[in-house]
């Protein structure tokens, strides 16, 4: 029986976790938010792959869309807001990375 395919190959071989349902619920709706199958997300987390959740996704797309418009106000006004804009892009640009990396913020050392 052949599954998906993940590059040239065919996921498979199968294997069984036993999990108590606290556990098999959290790790269907962590699945559900990133858009993929519980294997899918087990794969990419065991091998150590990122998971973004779709909303992540959406967010970053949204930023990014938001920092065109941006941009577009620069251009538009002949930087007349260069300053202003500047550090509107500069605040998505932070917002996106927080997205990326987890929402970790970088903290100073203590």
């Keep these: 029986m052949s599954f998906e395919k993940i590059g040239v190959e065919s996921l498979d071989a199968i294997i069984n976790v036993r999990l ?3 556990e098999k619920n959290k ?3 962590d ?3 990133a858009g993929m199958s519980m294997s899918a997300l087990v794969r990419r987390r065991y091998f150590g792959r990122p998971v ?3 909303t ?3 967010m970053i ?3 990014l869309r938001l920092g065109g418009l941006l941009k577009h106000i620069h251009n ?3 930087g007349a807001y260069s300053y202003q804009t500047a550090e509107a892009i500069s605040a998505l640009k932070d917002c996106i990375g927080r997205i990326v990396r ?5 903290q100073e050392p203590a």
């Design 27 to 29: 790790l269907k709706s």
């Design 56 to 58: 992540d996704e959406w």
């Design 76 to 78: 538009q006004s002949g």
């Design 61 to 63: 797309r949204e930023l």
């Design 31 to 33: 699945a559900e938010l």
């Design 20 to 22: 108590i349902s606290s």
């Design 102 to 106: 987890g929402g970790q913020e970088d």
């Design 52 to 54: 973004h959740a779709k």
